[in-house]
């Protein structure tokens, strides 16, 4: 696994200032954002009063969700003392859809036979986005596991006659049923569900330290429950199953079960 250089140089001079114990804090500022640091060795990490897993080396961690309070502490602790670095993020606006006259049967919940088969796939993802592996593929810089047309993105929302729907958590690439999609970094497959109520084919990968990435609405899963990937090998193929109105990839990433926004990790796109 190669090492970003960002974890290479020495303090940032915007850090110094605020701590001795933080080397480097790398990822876009804003809310929904994976943000990865380092920091010296024996430091102990805490994001608010959230314990932090930290490597032999120091390095770390952490995700902002979609609403994310737009100040964040970093706790450091060391020897019985402690530093408080603050972090500042952007308030990011989203698109927010409304739309009127929906027929009620559409936004009513599914009858309760179908909530018990809802629930159990449910708590199936929670497990596997529990995962709190020793990988440390998080570290590595990710590639799009899919290129082409965005037709989703991060955080918007349709409200339904007035209801609020659940944001939407991915972002969305539109291809035709299935185009081979690729582990956007090393990884180790944790669940595998051929055909969810919701999600169609799931596939969720684990890149170490709570890190994961779900792939949803896929014609087919090529990897199996346990099984390690390498970043750029096949591991699936777009579809349109479950809930989907048309072929696309919906890529989504989690710090456990912060949902974040797969785009703070990737470069921009080229087709």
């Known amino acids: 696994m190669r090492i970003p250089c960002f974890f290479l140089l020495c303090l940032l001079s915007s850090l110094s200032m605020a ?14 954002s994976l943000l990865r640091g380092q920091v010296e060795k024996g430091v102990a990490v805490k994001l608010g009063d959230r314990a932090v897993r930290t490597s032999d080396a120091g390095f770390f961690v952490v995700g902002v969700g979609r609403d994310a309070d737009l100040q964040q502490t970093l706790v450091l602790e060391k020897n019985d003392k402690q530093q408080q670095v603050s972090v500042t993020l952007e308030k990011r606006e989203y698109a927010i859809q409304r739309i009127e006259g929906v027929p009620k049967r559409t936004v009513e919940p599914p009858p309760e036979a179908v909530l018990k ?12 986005r529990d995962t709190d592996s020793d990988l440390m593929a998080f570290l590595s810089d990710f590639q799009w596991p899919l290129t082409g047309r965005i037709s989703g993105v991060y955080g918007s929302q349709r409200v339904y006659n007035g209801k609020p729907g659940r944001p939407h958590y991915g972002v969305d690439v539109a291809r035709p049923t299935g185009t081979l999609v690729v582990a956007p970094a090393d990884a180790v497959v944790t669940l595998v569900q051929q055909n969810n109520y919701y999600s169609g084919g799931t596939l969720i990968m684990d890149h170490g330290y709570g890190v994961s990435s779900t792939m949803i609405h896929l014609s087919e899963v090529l990897v199996k429950n346990g099984q390690t990937v390498k970043q750029g090998d096949p591991v699936a193929k777009v579809g349109a199953s479950g809930r989907a ?5 919906d890529w989504r990433l989690n710090w456990f079960e912060v949902k974040l926004d797969p785009v703070t990790v990737v470069p921009p796109m080229k087709e």
Not at 19 to 32: A, K, V
Not at 245 to 249: I, M
């Open 245 to 249: 109105t048309g072929p696309h990839l």
């Open 19 to 32: 701590s001795d114990w933080l080397l480097s804090l790398e990822g876009p500022r804003t809310q929904g």
């Open 117 to 128: 088969r809802i629930r159990r796939e449910v708590a199936e993802i929670k497990t596997a």
